[in-house]
């Protein structure tokens, strides 16, 4: 059911959620409101990737669509229109598109705090441009989870940079999602092959946040020295672990198959396809606590990246490398050290923990990202 609301108030649009759900007899129980802050040209992605994920997690979601106008007269107005959606391809939940125009798009705050889901969390997601510090934005702070995608900026490596600096408990990045399979099969790896780790490599593309994310996590959880290939992609193509015996190597050239060598062991083949913004959005929605394995990969710093292209070494933004610029990657213990410290005497990377279920709506995004 579809009810369309122009200049409205949200005490009319809560009016219009309970009329709508006693419509379709939905008595489906929802466990979080996921806000969704995006613009006109977007939001339809955003909202099917939403919706897709809102059959694992039913939530309330919430589109905000700022429009504050062009001319004088129109920034001056405040007007609020919403379509409210409940039953039929919505997904197991409530969506509701608020289009905020005029000053109104500077207050989206007021306007989603009345139609927060009660005793319920809440997730911000900025599928595209996010604030500078998301937790200090006035949306931000009514969340518990705050979710951005450095895949979407202009520098992707350098936003990464800046989530270092202003990062707060309960901020995540999808970029840090991609990885997920990445890690789980190099930690599966490492507990088939206890071994001393020397050090390890990183190849993928030059602007692709996750490729930095992966390498910084082996970098922090390992504590030996990492470097960072430069490769034509598609996202990450291999992570090479240089142990006693040998090489451990997942290789992902293209496509969704990997192989994964390990010493003393035939070569496997592994699944890691890349998935769409739906599953990942899912996944994230699965924890409401703070990404620690996150906050320790991302402040580990990308400056301290040793990076490699043809041989030539390079310097964090892609230029020369100036003298001093060229530092392996080393996590806690000493750079030369050459003992993995990751989850035990093995260097064993700790997985991504569990996360707790959440929400959805409809939206998918423009192209999904490599990884």
């Given at each position: 059911?579809?009810?369309?609301?122009t200049d409205?108030t949200s005490?009319?649009?809560n009016?219009a959620?309970?009329?709508a759900r006693?419509a379709?007899?939905?008595?489906?129980?929802?466990?979080?409101?996921?806000v969704?802050?995006?613009?006109?040209?977007?939001?339809y992605?955003?909202?099917?990737?939403?919706?897709?994920?809102s059959?694992e997690h039913?939530s309330?979601?919430?589109?905000?669509?700022?429009r504050?106008?062009?001319?004088?007269?129109?920034?001056a107005?405040?007007?609020?229109?919403?379509?409210v959606?409940?039953g039929g391809?919505?997904?197991?939940g409530e969506?509701?598109?608020?289009?905020?125009?005029?000053e109104l798009?500077?207050?989206?705050?007021?306007?989603?705090l009345p139609l927060?889901?009660?005793d319920?969390p809440?997730v911000?997601?900025?599928?595209?441009?996010a604030?500078?510090?998301?937790a200090?934005d006035l949306?931000?702070?009514?969340?518990?989870?705050?979710?951005?995608?450095t895949a979407a900026?202009?520098d992707?490596?350098?936003?990464?940079?800046?989530?270092?600096?202003?990062?707060?408990p309960?901020?995540?990045?999808?970029?840090?999602?991609?990885?997920?399979?990445w890690?789980?099969?190099?930690?599966a790896?490492?507990?088939?092959?206890?071994?001393?780790?020397?050090?390890?490599e990183v190849?993928g593309?030059?602007?692709?946040?996750?490729?930095?994310?992966?390498?910084?996590w082996l970098?922090?959880?390992?504590c030996?020295?990492?470097?960072?290939?430069?490769?034509?992609?598609?996202?990450i193509?291999a992570?090479?672990?240089?142990?006693?015996?040998?090489?451990i190597?997942?290789?992902r050239p293209?496509?969704?198959?990997?192989?994964l060598?390990v010493?003393g062991?035939?070569d496997?083949?592994?699944?890691?396809h890349r998935r769409?913004?739906a599953?990942l959005?899912a996944?994230?929605l699965r924890?409401?606590d703070?990404?620690?394995a996150?906050?320790?990969?991302?402040?580990?710093?990308?400056?301290?990246?040793h990076k490699?292209?043809g041989?030539?070494?390079t310097a964090?933004?892609g230029?020369?490398?100036?003298?001093?610029?060229?530092r392996p990657?080393?996590?806690?213990?000493?750079?030369g050290s050459g003992?993995g410290?990751?989850?035990g005497?093995?260097?064993k990377?700790?997985?991504?923990?569990?996360?707790k279920p959440a929400?959805?709506?409809k939206?998918?995004?423009?192209?999904?990202?490599?990884s």
């Amino acid at each position: 059911m579809n009810i369309d609301l122009t200049d409205t108030t949200s005490s009319q649009i809560n009016a219009a959620l309970v009329k709508a759900r006693r419509a379709v007899g939905s008595t489906v129980g929802m466990v979080l409101t996921l806000v969704v802050v995006t613009d006109e040209g977007n939001h339809y992605d955003a909202l099917k990737a939403a919706s897709d994920a809102s059959k694992e997690h039913p939530s309330r979601i919430l589109v905000v669509i700022k429009r504050p106008g062009r001319s004088p007269r129109e920034r001056a107005s405040a007007r609020l229109d919403a379509e409210v959606r409940v039953g039929g391809d919505v997904g197991n939940g409530e969506t509701v598109l608020l289009r905020l125009r005029g000053e109104l798009a500077a207050h989206a705050h007021s306007v989603v705090l009345p139609l927060l889901l009660p005793d319920a969390p809440v997730v911000v997601w900025w599928p595209e441009e996010a604030p500078e510090r998301p937790a200090e934005d006035l949306l931000g702070a009514l969340a518990q989870r705050r979710i951005t995608d450095t895949a979407a900026a202009e520098d992707p490596v350098a936003a990464l940079c800046r989530q270092a600096e202003v990062y707060a408990p309960g901020d995540t990045d999808l970029a840090w999602t991609r990885v997920t399979p990445w890690r789980s099969v190099l930690a599966a790896a490492l507990d088939q092959k206890h071994t001393e780790i020397v050090s390890a490599e990183v190849e993928g593309e030059e602007h692709n946040a996750s490729t930095e994310l992966l390498a910084l996590w082996l970098a922090e959880r390992l504590c030996v020295p990492v470097e960072r290939v430069i490769s034509p992609g598609p996202g990450i193509t291999a992570v090479r672990l240089n142990v006693a015996d040998g090489v451990i190597r997942l290789d992902r050239p293209s496509g969704s198959l990997a192989t994964l060598a390990v010493p003393g062991q035939p070569d496997r083949q592994v699944a890691l396809h890349r998935r769409s913004t739906a599953e990942l959005i899912a996944e994230e929605l699965r924890r409401l606590d703070p990404d620690e394995a996150y906050a320790q990969a991302v402040r580990h710093g990308v400056g301290q990246l040793h990076k490699r292209r043809g041989g030539t070494s390079t310097a964090p933004d892609g230029s020369a490398g100036a003298p001093g610029t060229e530092r392996p990657v080393a996590g806690k213990g000493a750079a030369g050290s050459g003992k993995g410290a990751a989850g035990g005497p093995q260097g064993k990377p700790e997985q991504k923990s569990e996360q707790k279920p959440a929400q959805g709506s409809k939206g998918g995004r423009k192209a999904e990202q490599p990884s």
